[in-house]
């Protein structure tokens, strides 16, 4: 009798459980449609009387998702792609109770960095070959607008190419030596059409030949040059993947040896003949990815001649 009271008494509150799940459910479902629409944030303000919006994941434990969600941007964003490294080898060397991977993450700072900053460079010097075309095309049409040279110069402006393109601006506005000033922000990676660019400007202030058309062709050599460069990226874009996914295969045996039980990173950081077989594998990956970026270099240096 006690027991059929017990369980007539935990019907209600099984029921109400059960209502209380459904509700969240739904609610959740409504705010998900919601915050789809563009009316969400409204619908959100007016339900909730003007506080403050709750959080994506409800509760404490989402304000300390949040937290950690934060923290770990910021970690992020102050120490760079290259300071995930130690932390990575921190990761590691608990998973396989070993200091070498944390050292291994430690001597990967410097090599990434190295690495992150010539992508950044080209990068830069890919944006400036674009401010060059961009220029070029501009003052063109300045010219044809009936503007002098100098003119034409000031009012298009040099924009991405810094200090020295602070030089070139004051050069033709005070009737220095324009050409010169091109010439040496011509030095700056990205920025070797300017050269041209003085060339053009050069001949026409001593023999008079138009500016604008020479402008025009320099404008078009860069950028057919940009286009054959993109083409042929795009073309090498496939063995570039397929480099990548065959360096990425040791890390999934990795993980699938683990998930059998194998402890392959216990395997290959205690002992010599884990230490022989690591090394092995470490210097032949990094010849194979060596090959790689030697076939893909020569190609596009071949492919830019």
Known sequence: MTAVGAQAGAQPEAVYAGS???AMVCAGAMSRLLGRSGEGRRARLLCANGAEPVPRWGGPAGGAVEAVTRTVRGFGARVGPAGWCPVGGALLALLGESVLPLLAGVVAVPLLGRRLRARERRRAGEAREAAVIALCSAVAGELRAGRTPERALLATGMPGFGDTGAVVLAAARFGGDVP?????????EGAEGLGGMAAC????????????DGLDRVAGSLRAERDQREELRAQLAGPRSTALVLALL??????????????PLHVLLHGPAGWVCLAGAGLLEWA????????VRRAEEGGRR
């Open 180 to 188: 010169g000033a091109l010439r040496q922000a011509a030095r700056q």
């Open 201 to 212: 400007w050069q001949v026409a202030v001593d023999g008079g030949a138009g500016l604008a």
């Open 288 to 295: 194979g990815l060596a090959w790689v970026s030697r076939i």
């Open 250 to 263: 040791p890390v999934f045996g990795l993980l699938l040896g683990g998930a059998m039980g194998a402890r």
């Open 20 to 22: 209380v799940c459904a």
